[in-house]
């Protein structure tokens, strides 16, 4: 992902509307570039300070890098659920497999 891009979507990531095959890349560029984390940081802190109407001091900074660490954890469950979903459908395409030969070894060659 580069600069442009990941700038575009700079109000997704605040709203946390990012989809999970966004997810690395997004992670990926906050962690490279000092940048646009700051750009993300300010446009965090401008936000959050226009939506808060309770008057009581917040540490925005704290709050993106939590909202950060959630982006993290939710890739890691992608990664895992995804994970799980191909060896799913390996062990599907081997059933398939194993199933064709059998067929054949038992009605045709056997």
Not at 19 to 42: G, M, N, Q, R, W
Not at 46 to 67: A, H, I, R
């Amino acid at each position: 992902m580069n600069c442009s891009d990941f700038q575009k979507i700079i109000p997704d990531i605040i709203d946390g509307n990012i989809e999970e095959e966004e997810l690395a890349p997004v992670l990926e560029h906050i962690e490279s570039c000092k940048d646009c984390y700051d750009e993300l940081e300010i446009y965090y802190v401008l936000k959050c300070g226009l939506d808060d109407d309770s008057g009581k001091p917040m540490n925005f900074v704290e709050q993106l890098e939590n909202s950060i660490s959630k982006m993290r954890k939710r890739n890691e469950h992608y990664i895992a659920a995804r994970s799980v979903y191909v060896m799913t459908q390996l062990a599907a395409y081997a059933a398939i497999a194993g199933t064709f030969i059998y067929v054949l070894f038992k009605y045709f060659i056997g």
